[in-house]
């Protein structure tokens, strides 16, 4: 077959929303309503918004285990909770606070704003986004399962051996730790994988690397750290789960195993974790906080740059998290080092960030408040780690309220705030709809002054001795005015948490109408209607520079951006797919319609690890082989989508 | 805002001149090919995670870690060769591919699939012939789980190369649309180069001082 049947110049035309272009798109691209439309859909921006819905609901779950713990530990000696009940709060607060939540979050903000920021009209793999998100839903029901027969993880998010192996813990709750990690991870692995090839491939032609909005800089730097890192801590929980179920010895010290290798893989993982649920975070306020300070941000290639260099050095931390385990002075001394040093590419995000606010006009919105709020939380929260990355310093500190209270100034500091400003500057993209800034405003400063009252004591707590993962203490320790008033903390914290959630119910029917772009931003996505249809652009937009919507006031380059006149690309679900570092057109992309096989691949993948957990080994096996059909029917070789020689136009 | 590079900043519609592309997967421009280096790099990153337990435990134990016995190399030396050999075979298959030569696809692939599925099977003679199990020591537990996974590797590229032959068979490729045979053959060659460093690890090293 000759080649140039396989090619086509695509149409140059200008089109907007109006034109009868755009209708034709919206009937090739739009999600079939119902049910089974609900079911099958494979749009990034339904996925995305149900992505980051999903993990406000767990981030309402761990809440709500926090506030339990609060209460017991409110003052001394109570007995709310038994001490293996603790344990089960306290471990799964932590797994869903950090696995099921600030990850996810972030994963839904990308994957609903990725195609919109690069230019294009769904992410690289859409039926992939989709298994993803159920994946990922169903990873998090199968933890939670474990509270229906009263066997949650009860050794912590970290999990350590030797506490977690069968001798000590034998009942079902470290297997649904165990299984539900590897659950996850496939979920996890499969966005990175997505993330990565999307940014790489299918952005708008002229968008170089250079030109990268940071929060696509963020997610793609995470997803290398995610494929790096996250087969360490699947394999952790193979080897946990062999251990567990078939009586191998890879953390059982008794028969030659090593109790600290579960620390080593664990840690390998979650430290370059620890920048995963932050990085992204970072990008957001580096691409929203210049919008509100009428400039672009300073310092854009020093910030990718440092981006770049904390998810590398990332990588070369993770023994800090086991200063108290005895290992060799030499690896003290580089961990030790190799912490202080992954502070100077944070602490340049932080000056390009002030210098931002200090040289632009800011207009103080409730979405800047939380984003001045998470750089001021951020730098006490990399103080405090700071402090204990010298080895002399954390091992008086280490395992005591000090280190809870340092890791909830990073993670609610870089995480919680960031991704609530985030909410306030892309609902109206989302929804089309502003959310209430009076109500806002009310909500950042309860929220502020919650998180303060709740973690600025647990310092002193620390400090005074008190040790972490204790489910009550004595009367008479110096305890017990510092508990009250961070117990009362939470509590501010948690109803400022709520005042968001009841803006956002509120807003979504009642909120002013929001227009393409109510904060006057300067990137791609704010050319769309709000919310957008589902093919995104009308025409594939031409970028040429970093502010396509600022240009006329900013005189970035030579050229000019053009949104409105660019290729059109109807015929049938097509992408452009252009070159890697200079973005120049390279292909079409065919895009699959939307499918059943991402849930039901989903679903039977579940399902065969609960036949794990339960020894039903038959059973597992017949969901293993259902799940490969279901894998073959999704990666048959379709005509229609350009992959096999039977090509029918 | 002075770092913009001149060279790529297009006069207005300049990048967009529409000129003929390839529609749909071709080569290396399909994004399946670029999804399947990510997978590369995933499943790479767990190796070494299992090779760094290995040495770990190997740093910690020393030689008295190991079984008394080192590993014998009759047959996993020529299981060895055999790996290698698929992968020149799997290769020779996709150059017929991109020549458009649908017997050498076919036969190609053939070839690999029966090779791989030979180095699986004196690959479970070898596990049959150890005097150790997973669970009878930390190093048992160790030597199955990373031949084991890699097993796993092997089957899958298996389930790959047979699909990829039916697939021929029913005449789904041509010398243009061919993209899975690549996608499929680099996975093939990541599972034997993994081998070689396993078996460096396993069978070499114990020799080595």
Same mark, same amino acid.
Not at chain 1, 77 to 93: A, G, K, R, V
Not at chain 1, 160 to 173: D, E, H, M, R, V
Not at chain 1, 377 to 395: E, H, L, P, Q, W
């Given at each position: ?6 090619? =086509? ?73 038994t ?31 990725? %195609? ?18 159920w994946?990922?839903l ?51 692995t ?34 290398? &750290? #995610? ?11 193979f080897?946990?789960w ?45 691409d929203?906080?210049?919008?509100f ?65 200090w ?10 408040l ?36 340092? #890791? ?53 707590? &620390? ?7 204790i ?14 008033v ?21 807003s ?7 227009? %393409?772009?109510?904060?006057?931003? %300067? ?5 769309t209607?709000?919310?957008? %249809? ?53 292909? #079409? ?42 894998l ?9 989508l350009?992959?096999?020689? =039977?090509?029918?136009? | ?32 090919w ?17 090779l ?73 003679f ?7 199990t ?12 990373i ?63």
């Amino acid at each position: 077959m000759a080649v140039g049947t396989y090619e =086509r110049a695509p149409t140059l035309e200008r089109a907007d929303y109006a034109s009868p272009v755009a209708s034709e798109l919206e009937t090739i691209w739009e999600t079939k309503p119902g049910i089974g439309g609900w079911l099958s859909t494979v749009d990034h921006k339904e996925l995305g918004i149900r992505y980051i819905a999903t993990a406000f609901a767990f981030l309402i779950l761990g809440g709500i285990e926090a506030l339990v713990m609060r209460v017991q530990l409110a003052r001394p000696n109570l007995s709310l909770l038994t001490p293996e009940q603790y344990n089960q709060i306290f471990s799964m607060h932590g797994i869903t606070m950090i696995f099921l939540y600030a990850q996810p979050v972030l994963t839904g903000f990308s994957a609903y704003l990725f %195609p919109l920021l690069l230019g294009t009209r769904d992410l690289a793999f859409p039926r992939l986004n989709a298994f993803s998100y159920w994946a990922y839903l169903a990873a998090g029901l199968f933890m939670y399962a474990s509270f229906l027969v009263a066997a949650a993880p009860n050794d912590g998010w970290f999990n350590y051996a030797p506490y977690s192996l069968k001798t000590y813990n034998p009942g079902p709750n470290m297997d649904f730790y165990a299984l539900g990690m590897i659950l996850l991870g496939i979920s996890t692995t499969a966005g990175a994988i997505n993330f990565l090839v999307t940014v790489l491939r299918t952005r708008a032609p002229g968008m170089s690397i250079n030109r990268l909005p940071i929060l696509t800089w963020g997610t793609t730097t995470t997803s290398v &750290g #995610i494929l790096l890192s996250m087969p360490a801590v699947t394999l952790a929980c193979f080897m946990l789960w062999a251990d567990r179920q078939f009586g191998t010895h890879f953390f059982d010290a008794t028969a030659r195993g090593q109790p600290l290798l579960w620390q080593h893989l664990f840690w390998i993982f979650a430290h370059p974790w620890v920048y995963i649920i932050v990085l992204p975070a970072m990008g957001i306020v580096s691409d929203a906080l210049p919008i509100f300070c009428r400039r672009p941000l300073v310092g854009y290639t020093v910030v990718v740059l440092g981006t770049i260099a904390t998810m590398v050095m990332g990588f070369g931390v993770w023994l800090h998290h086991m200063f108290a385990t005895g290992i060799p002075f030499i690896a003290l001394s580089f961990f030790s080092g190799a912490s202080f040093v992954i502070t100077i590419p944070s602490a340049v995000a932080v000056f390009a960030w002030v210098a931002t606010i200090w040289t632009g006009r800011p207009v103080i919105t409730t979405a800047f408040l939380f984003f001045a709020g998470f750089i001021s939380m951020f730098v006490i929260g990399g103080v405090s780690g700071v402090m204990t990355a010298s080895v002399a310093a954390d091992r008086q500190l280490t395992d005591t309220y000090f280190v809870v209270a340092h #890791i909830h100034y990073v993670l609610i500091g870089i995480n919680l705030f960031p991704v609530i400003g985030g909410l306030f500057v892309w609902f109206p993209k989302m929804t089309g709809r502003m959310l209430n800034e009076r109500l806002g405003k009310w909500s950042f400063w309860i929220i502020l002054c919650g998180f303060n009252l709740a973690f600025l004591p647990m310092h002193w707590t &620390g400090l005074a001795g008190m040790p972490r993962r204790i489910y009550t203490y004595q009367d008479g320790m110096g305890w017990n005015t510092v508990n009250l008033v961070t117990s009362i903390g939470a509590f501010f914290l948690a109803l400022g948490i709520l005042l968001v959630l009841i803006n956002i119910f509120l807003s979504v029917r009642n909120g002013a109408v929001a227009g %393409p772009n109510p904060w006057d931003g %300067p990137t791609l996505e704010w050319v769309t209607p709000s919310p957008p %249809p589902p093919y995104n652009f009308a025409v594939i937009p031409a970028v040429a520079s970093r502010h396509p919507l600022w240009e006329d006031r900013l005189r970035e380059g030579m050229g000019h951006s053009s949104v409105h006149r660019g290729l059109v690309l109807d015929d049938g679900k097509e992408m452009l797919a252009t070159t890697v570092l200079d973005a120049e057109p390279d292909a #079409i992309l065919k895009m699959p319609e939307d499918s059943y096989s991402p849930l039901v691949v989903a679903v039977v993948m579940t399902a065969g690890f609960a036949g794990l957990l339960l020894h039903w080994w038959v059973f597992s096996g017949i969901c293993a082989w259902l799940m490969f059909m279901g894998l073959l029917v999704w990666l048959w070789p379709e005509p229609k989508l350009g992959q096999s020689a =039977r090509w029918d136009r | 805002m002075s770092d913009i590079s001149m060279t790529h900043a297009p006069t207005s519609g300049a990048a967009v001149r529409p000129s003929p592309l390839p529609v749909g997967s071709i080569g290396h421009k399909a994004s399946g090919w670029w999804g399947m280096l990510t997978i590369i790099l995933t499943e790479g990153s767990l190796f070494s995670y299992l090779l760094f337990s290995y040495y770990y435990f190997a740093v910690q134990y020393g030689r008295e870690w190991l079984p008394s016995e080192p590993p014998k190399f009759r047959l996993s030396l020529p299981n060895t060769i055999i790996l290698i050999v698929s992968s020149v075979v799997v290769w020779w298959a996709e150059r017929g591919a991109k020549r458009g030569s649908w017997g050498q696809l076919v036969l190609g692939l053939l070839g690999g699939f029966i090779l791989g599925c030979v180095f699986v099977v004196i690959q479970l003679f070898e596990w049959k012939d150890k005097p150790f199990t997973y669970a009878s020591s930390a190093y048992g537990s160790l030597y199955f789980t990373i031949t084991g996974f890699h097993m796993a590797h092997v089957v899958a590229g298996l389930v790959i190369l047979l699909m990829l032959l039916v697939w021929s068979l029913m005449r789904y490729f041509d010398s243009e649309r061919n993209a899975p045979v690549s996608i499929g053959a680099i996975y093939w060659h990541f599972v034997d180069v993994v081998w070689l460093t396993v078996f460096f690890s396993l069978y070499i090293t114990p020799y080595l001082g």
